[in-house]
């Protein structure tokens, strides 16, 4: 019925180029000494914070599709399918309420009167998908609600399907074992 919409933060993306641009240029100036050490002692911290940088407010999203609403979030995603879904809200950042339980999203923050005076929300296409910047949990909720009422008045939920798939958590094992061996490594490095 319609493209698939990624909503991500704009600031999170800048935050985590800057955060990699001051890691690379101290890894960068501590080369130069021709000190192995120090550079992985540099390096070690500075990588640890850009990938946490990376986690919180890069990789964050929340996608709207014909099949559901997808949460990523720091540890996990959870993906609601339509037959699944039971309301979206705006408190704090957007919560997506489901058949046994709601996730709220990291990736939407609720704006404040200032923000959304300031913001203009832009979206720029990726092929069938549109990546929206710099959205808020309202303007999130509003696409959730839109795409839902589309599929609804098209007639595709207005039937139950015995056996249709529930919401669905995964989480990012891999991601939390890098972060892991980061804070080890950093832990050793410093300690040494």
Known sequence: ???????RSTYGRVLTVATGVVAVALGVTTAVTGDVRAVVDALLPAALVTYLVWMLFW???????????????????????W????????????????????????AAPRSSGTARWLRSSRRRTAGQDQVVSGASAEAVAEAVEQRHGLLAAAGH????VPGAPGARATWHVLELAVLGALVVGTAVALTA
Not at 91 to 98: A, Q
């Open 157 to 160: 939920l207005d039937r139950p």
């Open 59 to 81: 990789r964050p999203a929340v996608e709207v599709s014909d099949g559901g609403v997808e949460v990523r979030n720091v540890t996990r995603t959870v993906r609601v399918p």
């Open 83 to 106: 037959t699944a879904y039971e309301g979206a809200e705006t408190r704090y950042s957007l919560e997506v309420r489901y058949a046994g339980g709601r996730v709220t999203a990291w």
């Open 1 to 7: 019925m319609g493209p698939t919409l990624v909503f």
